[in-house]
């Protein structure tokens, strides 16, 4: 597949570092979401999600005449297995957020690549997933390169960034994405995902609320990929991963952030998303259990190569509940603090 990409420097400092480093990375445009979206609508497993057209476009951004930004396409897809009769666990995806965080959408599309992909496993994690995935919610500020928001957010007296206003209406980025949300999924879900990028730390992290620090995911995502750090934090209302937590929201039951460095490559950063994806993978399809492994003549064989290729390092931890008949309910704060549109917080917190 032919990605419409340019190259970009960025600057970071280190926190707790001395200096700094300058690196280049391949920008994530707008022209890349649009032609992989394109591209995975041609696969058999990803369809337009019902608010989108037949090209997986949900709405469009406003776009601004000074400085001068086009109205972009808003894209939307769904990927999962459609003649698969398990009940299904339903999963988010976003990134964009932010104007120059590229890191963060060549790691979603790791993902989205492992999910929509021939791996059996990921033909297995279809069978048990409900997929949507919204690859670029700020457009206008990608396009427009630095920054963390977009010429309609600052005319609107909104601030600069598009991560603090998911609980604000009047914004056309926010208003069509959370309604397609809303519309495609029913306004419940279980797992919701943003992919951003970090430029002051060398190291890929998970932001996440505090009471989330021991959920299913993150034990096997540390597992596989003990690099990977955590960091916890509240956030605000209007942060999209808070957001989806509140009542107002997606309802949903477990929310993270997926920090990126900027200091590698598209490749290291696509390699990670399917890192991501097999960790999900363990998350929500139960071990086999070794009596049927037996019946069918595989006692071990099939369980070691499990564990061989990284799936299922073995675990003591309790199973978390993920089919939708038994959803697991979050006594959270964000239920009721969040649970109404609110004014713009004016803290700035992690992503």
């Not at 419409?4 to 890349?32: D, E, K, N, S, W």
């Not at 206008?140 to 960034?161: C, K, M």
């Not at 929310?255 to 950063?269: K, L, S, V």
Request: with cysteine; proline share 5%.
């Amino acid at each position: 597949m032919t990605v419409h990409a340019r190259t970009v420097l960025f600057c970071m400092i280190i926190v707790g570092g001395v200096g700094g480093a300058c690196v280049a990375l391949t920008a994530y445009t707008p022209q890349a979401v649009a032609d992989h979206t394109h591209f995975l609508l041609t696969n058999p497993y990803t369809t337009p999600t019902a608010s989108g057209d037949q090209n997986g476009v949900i709405g469009h951004s406003r776009g601004w005449s000074s400085p001068l930004i086009p109205s972009h396409d808003l894209y939307g897809y769904r990927i999962t297995d459609p003649e698969s009769s398990y009940e299904k666990t339903t999963i988010v995806m976003i990134s964009g957020n932010h104007n120059g965080e590229h890191s963060g959408n060549w790691a979603l599309q790791g993902m989205v690549d492992f999910l929509a992909g021939d791996d059996p496993y990921a033909a297995q994690l279809r069978q048990h997933a409900d997929v949507f995935v919204y690859p670029l919610v700020n457009p206008d500020g990608r396009f427009l390169g630095s920054g963390r928001g977009n010429p309609e957010l600052t005319s609107a007296g909104l601030g600069n960034d598009h991560n603090r206003v998911w609980n604000r209406t009047g914004v056309s980025t926010i208003d069509a994405f959370t309604a397609a949300m809303k519309y495609d999924t029913g306004g419940i879900v279980d797992y919701f995902f943003d992919f951003h990028s970090t430029f002051f730390q060398a190291s890929n992290f998970v932001t996440l609320t505090p009471e989330l620090g021991d959920s299913r995911f993150v034990q096997e995502l540390r597992a596989i990929a003990p690099e990977v750090g955590v960091v916890y934090s509240d956030g605000t209302c209007g942060m999209a991963r808070i957001w989806s937590m509140s009542t107002n929201g997606l309802n949903a039951d477990y929310a993270y952030t997926m920090e990126q460095h900027m200091i590698g490559e598209p490749a290291d950063y696509l390699a990670l998303g399917r890192t991501y994806g097999i960790a999900l993978y363990n998350t929500l399809i139960p071990e086999p259990a070794t009596f049927l492994l037996f019946l069918l003549g595989l006692p071990l064989i099939f369980y070691q190569r499990h564990k061989s290729v990284g799936l299922r390092p073995q675990s003591n931890h309790c199973e978390e509940n993920t089919a939708r008949s038994f959803r697991f309910t979050l006594q959270s704060p964000v239920r009721s603090a969040c649970g109404g549109v609110v004014q713009l917080p004016s803290e700035i917190n992690s992503s």
